[in-house]
């Protein structure tokens, strides 16, 4: 049987032919861009014998917006704005991701207090992002009312999010050189009034689902790849720390002072559905005892670096001091100047390793800026994960990898 | 004479109610579903979307009956209504009540009582597969054929285990007529116990009782078994390429298939319009209590209504007059002889139908090859165990 191709005729009735007599015809189904649980506009080529796939191959690009091209042409500090549309359920780690390296081109230090918020805020949108999957994943399993759960938890988290940076979505909270803004007044009551019923919940869904034989039935032992496969394919994050290593780059690589946290990187062995639902599942835990630190120790002190000639000055400054007016019409009308050179800085997405390669010419727009999403990685493995199984793990497997396809196309 | 004219009037009593329940079962499932999901359900239409599945009706029949081209058009309009006419025949079979005597008439609740009506519903419900498969086969569309194949397959495979299921208190009360089977489990063991079939001597059937309601999931395509449709894989299974009046069709054929499944269940195991626990202690009043309470809740919240829903303080009023008229009816002493096994009756099938909208808020649904395994390697073998133990018991207590 050859490899069908990426055309768009696939989706013409049977395969090859007439077939001979005393064999089966193969069936090409076209799964996508328009399917229930496709999780966006995935398109999946799937060449079927009965209900078993013989191959198939995902077609990407329905949700091309061009965001690395069109980060050429905006100043660095407009760039974070286009993060945000990546990956629309974790964008605060896009925001993260990218400023990284910028500041390190820039050879900024980032305040102890920026550096929190940025942690705490990161890991609650891990949280999101995690509740987003579970439901959406048990959705396909066909447990609606799991979606509606989690959802009530994301509602919160959204208007935490609103809170700080009055938007839901598009947060664009983390910019170079620190923050947005201030947290504002309250914050510290809102977050931890979240995180103490946060655990409650997430035992509510693990009673509905952790034990439950259909769910373990559905999941256990199915989509399964080695892990030297895996880590051929470069998936990274929750799948292969369900195939049982212990990569994170939190751990391995700590960022915006992860090393001062005390948290644990959940591991499983077997490698399969069940083993990424308990890997994210205990990854929520982690997370609520990383924004539990955070409201513990919260340090003090400014929110943004000490460097005037990229970071916007104090409103009060520009009416006193001459610097401060002047940069301020620098960085508002040409942007701040990035230093030739370029840099990477990987983070842990809630999806596994994210990092922008940005590439500096001494001018105020980037030369090229280059995104190693995980949801790009982890769909490598898609064709092996489905070959010879039946249509429905196929679906289970597909939420299991948990990818965004705004991060996919970019 | 009389009896074509009472035949009649009962038939369009069947039809009428069994249609405008199923309408409004779909009501039901929608709100309990949604009170299970934290959302409040249809609300807009009519007091507390009351009059949403009307709305859905006029909008199902308005829309453009789409065929799709390259459909083999006989088959493809044939399968709805074959759907809906099986669903529809099956209900002629079921009393729901005993017989009485009314102004002089003495007849039954009910349309016909055929002795074989249990074989009638399972040969209805077998035919049901051929809509389905009809239907997936026609529609010219791949996730239509995958969900007729899967629905053929995973409901040849469940009759077994159902008709297993049904053939143990048959045994007992040896008769195929439901009327007669529900005449069989009235009477109450030690003066409290029911004699339903699931506590029946000789041997309790309560093992046909679960294996029963598994098969039923199975046969109504409800969740965990609702792989025939599954959403989340063929889009819509058999019915995706189905629009307008044609869907319509098939909606009704299965929600009219979950109240005969559910209306079966009840006269095969839970005593059908018998109460379970006897009037001596008072199982009359029982719907009259009820009722007052749910008057008194009607009352009680039109006291504290909110600003958002200014015509409560007159629905709820309304509908604890309602309430307190229906509890009235059911004083009646010419009434009661019909009222109180209805309501006994419809308590038990209603019953059964949450339990079927339950499990579908809860449970993930199966892999199609673990729903086959499941029927063939443990639905299958227990049903026929039972069956023997059953035969045995019978057998050695009927001398």
Known sequence: ?410 | MNFYILSLVKAGLVAFVLLTFCAYLVWIERKVLAHIQLRPGPYRVGPHGLLQPLSDLIKLVTKEGLIPGNVSTGLYLFAPFLAVALALVSIVTIPFGPEFEIFGVRTWLGLTDLNIGVLFILAMSSLGVYATAIGGWASNSKYALLGGLRSSAQMISYELPLALAIVAPILIANTLSFKELAEAQSGFYFGFLPKWHVFAAPFPQVFSFVIFVIAAFAETNRVPFDLPEAETELVAGFHTEYTSTMFAAFFTAEYANIVTICCVTTLLFLGGWHPPFPAEYGSSFIPVILLLGVAGLFFFHAGQTLKTRKWDRFSFPVGGVLSLGLAGLFLIPLLQPILVPFFWFAAKTLLLIFFFIWVRGTLPRFRYDQLMRFAWMFLFPVAVVNLLITAFAVALTSN
């Open chain 1, 1 to 410: 049987m050859s490899e069908i191709e990426l055309n768009t005729n696939a989706a013409t009735l049977e395969s090859e032919g007439e077939p001979e007599a005393g064999t089966t015809r193969r069936m090409t189904l076209n799964m996508g861009p328009q399917h229930p649980s496709t999780h966006g506009v995935l398109r999946i080529i799937l060449e079927l014998d009965g209900e078993t796939i013989v191959s198939a191959s995902p077609d990407i690009g329905f949700l091309h917006t061009g965001i690395e091209k069109q980060a050429e042409a905006l100043t660095y500090q407009q760039v974070v704005t286009l993060t945000d549309r990546m990956d629309y359920l974790s964008n605060l780690a896009n925001n993260l991701a990218y400023c990284l390296p910028v500041e390190k081109l820039l050879q900024l230090e980032i305040p102890a207090r920026a550096q929190w918020v940025r942690v705490m805020l990161t890991e609650i949108s891990r949280i999101n992002s995690h509740l987003v999957w579970l439901g959406t994943h048990c959705l396909d399993l066909g447990a609606m009312t799991m979606f509606f759960y989690t959802f009530r938890e994301r509602e919160d988290i959204l208007r935490i999010f609103e809170f700080f940076s009055g938007q839901r979505l598009m947060t664009s909270y983390i910019r170079v050189g620190g923050l947005a803004l201030e947290p504002p007044r309250g914050w510290h009551k809102l977050v931890s009034g979240f995180i103490r019923q946060l655990p409650a919940k997430i035992d509510q869904y693990e009673g509905l689902l952790t034990e439950n034989p259909i769910f373990m039935q559905r999941t256990k032992g199915v989509g399964f790849l080695p892990v030297e496969r895996l880590l051929d394919l470069g998936v990274t994050g929750p799948m292969i720390r369900a195939a049982g290593i212990p990569w994170d780059i939190r751990k391995s690589e700590p960022y915006s002072s992860y090393e001062k946290f005390d948290f644990n990187i959940p591991v499983q062995q077997a490698g399969d559905v069940y083993a990424r639902f308990r890997v994210r599942m205990d990854e929520m835990r982690e997370s609520i005892k990383i924004v539990e630190q955070c409201l513990a120790g919260m340090p003090e002190g400014p929110i943004r670096a000490d460097a005037p000639k990229v970071v916007l000055p104090d409103r009060e400054k520009m009416k006193t001091q001459m610097e401060a007016l002047i940069y301020h019409f620098k960085i508002v009308t040409e942007g701040f100047r990035v230093p030739a050179g370029e840099a990477y800085v990987p983070v842990e997405s809630p999806r596994g390793e994210l990092g922008f390669y940005v590439v500096s010419d001494g001018t105020s727009k980037p030369a090229r800026v280059f995104m190693r999403t995980p949801s790009y990685g982890n769909l490598q493995a898609l064709s092996e994960l489905f070959e010879g199984k039946l249509i429905s793990d196929s679906i289970a497997t597909l939420g299991s990898m948990d990818f965004v396809l705004g991060d996919v196309d970019r």
